[in-house]
């Protein structure tokens, strides 16, 4: 899985999306990562979740609410970009979005893999997913 840590960018997909975040000016990357997920029914591979829960990281960023330890280049970045301002239907995305990723056992690959690491980190990632909801609103 090339993780490291059990937030939403501590693993190789996610700070690779990161890289192309820095180089963007809009949210459509963010958009972009987020409809990488599908609503509902078919399987969502592991690199499409991560990538999608550090696209929903920036938006719960930009709207005043980021996770305690937020990568200094997403930092950066949204420190750069103030004005843009999500949407409710991309709020409403990005909370459904890890919903599925961390609620669907049946067809979300990435809890698949969390649920078969070490207690702690499992749970740790767990709770960084609700997390990230609850700040979505």
Known sequence: MGAWAADSFGNDDA??????????????IVRSAIAGVPDSGEYIEAPEASVALAAAEVVAALLGRPMAELPDEVSAWVNAHRELVPDDDLVRSARQTCVRIGDDLESSEL??????????DREAWRAGVRSLRERLG
């Open 15 to 28: 700070m690779d999306w990161v890289f192309d975040l820095q180089k963007s000016s809009g949210l459509n």
């Open 111 to 120: 809890a698949q893999l969390w649920a078969e690491a070490a207690p702690d």
